[in-house]
């Protein structure tokens, strides 16, 4: 079995993670999923991430094989949810999990499960008992594993308030 880990990002990361954004985008417009078209994420976002210290790498045999951002703070684009409703609103201390991506090297192996299991371990460390995540509507495979680490799905919320950039959002409570 190989070494998996996760850790903080660092600038020495970004070129390798550059490259999995490239085929997380092949792979999502091949699948017709509009999501990470038109250049998002940039490598200014994902340096951001780094310097914010919200960008985590999974390491599969000391080699970068996947990247996330776990925000710490309540997520502009979840204020407001349609078609449903986030549960215990009056807790808005939550992480949330964006911007996931695995390297098609590693895809078929699981690690995105992986992944999210050890993004879940560090909100519960850092005192998080609430964890959202969302997803595009077509993409099914995200949303399936979503579901299977037991995420409940909460409604429909829009990006950066743009009425044709709509995600499934989704929360799962860990106490």
Known sequence: MALTYIRLATQD???????????????LASEGIPQWQNGYPSKET????IAKEISYVLIVDQEVAGFAA???EPDNNYQKITAGKWLNTE???????????????????????????????????LGFNQIRIDTHEKNTRM??????????YSGVVYMNNNSEDCRNAYQLFLR
């Open 46 to 49: 994902l340096l951001d991430d």
């Open 143 to 152: 949303r399936h594993l979503i579901k299977k680490i037991g995420f409940a």
């Open 13 to 27: 990361d970004i070129s390798k993670m550059l490259v999995i954004v490239k085929e997380a985008q092949q792979l």
């Open 70 to 72: 776990l925000l710490q």
């Open 91 to 125: 807790n808005t201390h939550y992480t949330t999990i964006h911007r996931i991506a695995v390297s098609s090297h590693f895809h078929g192996q699981h690690l995105a499960e992986t992944f999210i299991h050890h993004l879940i371990s560090i909100s519960c460390s």
